[in-house]
């Protein structure tokens, strides 16, 4: 749009039947949305997908990284060592794997770089979340 990128769906707010003066957006695909652009930069937490083409597994691993956020990412395949390579090399707090990204209230929900406030807040962690750890050394 504004940026270079093609509108391919959506792009406008929503109204909801009972629901007016609501916060809705319809659901937006981008095409061609390069990575210098904002919608593949920013944390959108709304309908936005961004379609951004690539040529190899090694480049589109390294445009998955190359944000500032890391909430969670998502990878489909059938083969073992992509699977391995992208869990390894996956600079995300949630990785999901012939799934999409929708958190699971048993496993730890959080993020790394930019993303996510401190310790993970779901799952067997999420005590972590309201506590401050502390260590101490007494000598007598």
């Known amino acids: 749009m504004a940026e270079g990128a093609t509108l391919i769906t959506g792009g406008n707010i929503a109204t909801v039947k009972e629901c007016e003066g609501g916060y809705f957006y319809q659901p937006t695909v981008l095409d061609n949305a390069g990575m210098s ?62 799934n999409g990204t929708v958190p699971d209230v048993n496993m730890p929900f959080g993020g790394i770089k930019k993303s996510g406030l401190g310790a993970f807040s779901v799952g067997a962690s999420a005590s972590a979340f309201y506590t401050n750890e502390q260590s101490a050394y007494l000598a007598w």
């Open 37 to 98: 652009q904002t919608a593949s930069q920013e944390e959108i937490f709304g309908p936005v997908l961004s379609v951004l083409p690539y040529d190899s597994f090694d480049e589109a691993l390294s445009l998955l990284n190359e944000t500032e956020y890391g909430l969670s990412s998502s990878f489909f395949s059938d083969s073992h060592s992509l699977i391995q390579r992208f869990l390894d090399e996956s600079k995300h707090g949630m990785l999901h794997v012939n």
